[in-house]
């Protein structure tokens, strides 16, 4: 029907309800946000990034997507909250000013746009994209394993069928071509990449594709350690962090390990609530608080970003 489902923060969108409501917010907040199209999805649909700063001359910024794994639903909810509280209390929240004024944030909030449609449509549990991959019946690649880091030598599936497939080439996905080859254009002004997924509860930093530690592990962190403690101060929720490969498991191709090693120093994966109890299935009303608690580390994160 062309009755457009209504737009809520506090509840869980669905594409087209995500691209009406990309669209208004900047149509509503053109000082503050613009859209474009970063480009097309396997399956045609666009992907749209929302560039959310003061206009100003050469600012560093930090890029944020949402949405790697389709039945992430939080992480796009998180991405649309980021963006509301950007527009709703630019003028009022005093650190919030300061970092649209001095730093402009690239939020995209949803990446794999078909994985994401096929969470609603027919398997909720859908984490791939999803492309034909020739010679099997299986659909997608594992987006968070198709970047060159690393590319497919350990955490990763060079089996179409498996859900950690890490595609036929790097950036075999239109969709990771395409992310990538923003970042590279515009490495002179990303100092930060946050990407955004569910669930674990954890902030990650590269690398994930080997154990040896980042040339800025020292930095990386105490960067996440003041992110967690702060988002701590709101919900007591607990966040561990660390290098991706002792944190959660050694994996490679993934979008943080590949941005960092282009130059991309702040290079974060958040693993947004819960710790299992829910899962990727968490209820829509822990989608404020999530979304609350996790400003307050991204806030802290580009804090250090905006004064390094
Ligand atoms: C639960 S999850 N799938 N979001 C965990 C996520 C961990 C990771 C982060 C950074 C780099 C590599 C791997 C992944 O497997 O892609
Ligand atoms: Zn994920």
Not at 130 to 152: L, M, Y
């Amino acid at each position: 029907s062309n009755i457009r489902a209504v737009h809520s923060y506090e509840k869980y969108n669905d594409l087209d309800t995500i691209n009406a409501w990309s669209a208004n917010i900047a149509a509503q907040n053109p000082s503050l946000v613009t859209r474009s199209q970063l480009g097309t999805s396997y399956e045609g649909r666009p992907i749209y990034l929302l560039k959310v700063g003061r206009s100003g001359s050469n600012k560093k910024a930090v890029f944020i997507d949402c949405g790697f794994h389709a039945r992430e639903w939080v992480s796009p909810a998180f991405c649309q909250w980021f963006v509301k509280e950007s527009v709703e209390n630019y003028g009022s929240d005093a650190v919030l000013t300061n970092l649209l004024n001095n730093l402009d944030f690239y939020v995209l909030p949803v990446l794999n746009v078909d994985g994401y449609v096929f969470t609603w449509s027919s398997n909720r549990m859908w984490r791939k994209t999803r492309s034909v991959n020739s010679g099997s019946t299986c659909f997608g690649t594992d987006p968070n394993r198709n970047f060159n880091a690393g590319w497919c030598t350990v955490g990763a599936s060079s089996r179409a069928c498996d859900d950690t497939y890490c595609g036929s080439t790097p950036e075999s996905e239109r969709e990771t071509k395409a992310l990538a080859n923003f970042i590279r254009s515009n490495l002179s002004s990303i100092k930060g990449y946050l990407t955004v997924h569910s669930y674990s509860q954890m902030l990650l930093f590269p690398y994930s594709y080997s154990y040896a530690l980042a040339r800025d592990h020292t930095e990386l962190n105490t960067v996440a350690k003041n992110a967690v403690d702060q988002l701590f101060t709101l919900h007591r929720t607990r966040y561990t962090y660390g290098p991706g490969g002792t944190t959660i498991y050694l994996a490679a191709g993934g979008s943080d390990d590949w941005a960092y090693d282009v130059g991309v120093k702040y290079s974060f994966t958040f693993e947004l609530r819960d710790t299992g109890r829910y899962g990727f299935l968490l209820p829509e009303s822990q989608i404020k608080a999530t979304s609350e608690e996790t400003m307050l580390a991204v806030k802290s994160i580009s804090n250090h970003i905006l004064n390094n």
